[in-house]
Nanobody
Framework: QVQLVESGGGLVQPGGSLRLSCAAS????????IGWYRQAPGKERELVAT???????NYADSVKGRFTISRDNAKNTVYLQMNGLKPEDTAVYYC????????????????WGQGTQVTVSS
């Protein structure tokens, strides 16, 4: 059984910072591409940032220059460093990972975490 668990959310003032973590546990052969997504009330879930297995990153225009995605393959963990937070960043943040559970990775499986709330408010 594979699980993704996000942590690090909370309440922060505008201009502040938070660091989200997404840890994968269970029977894992390898983590492939991983992404952070967010969903604000009344809005669709949107892509925030992604990172490939070799570290190539991609960001939504709205967070470029403020957010940084990174990963620690030894810990099966991905991070999202969020600086310069704005009220419009308020949302539930989810991680999504494509994971190989079998040796040699014949198939990847998609998993979602349960989400962590980020609220930016004064």
């Amino acid at each position: 059984q594979v699980q993704l668990v996000e942590s690090g959310g909370g309440l922060v003032q505008p201009g502040g910072s938070l660091r989200l973590s997404c840890a994968a546990s269970g029977s894992i052969f390898s983590l492939n591409d991983i992404g952070w997504y967010r969903q604000a009330p009344g809005k669709e879930r949107e892509l925030v940032a992604t990172i490939t297995s070799i570290g190539t990153t991609n960001y939504a225009d709205s967070v470029k220059g403020r957010f940084t995605i990174s990963r620690d393959n030894a810990k099966n963990t991905v991070y999202l460093q969020m600086n310069g937070l704005k009220p419009e960043d308020t949302a539930v943040y989810y991680c999504k990972a494509y994971i190989c559970i079998d040796y040699g990775c014949p198939t990847t499986y998609r998993y979602w975490g349960q989400g962590t709330q980020v609220t930016v408010s004064s």
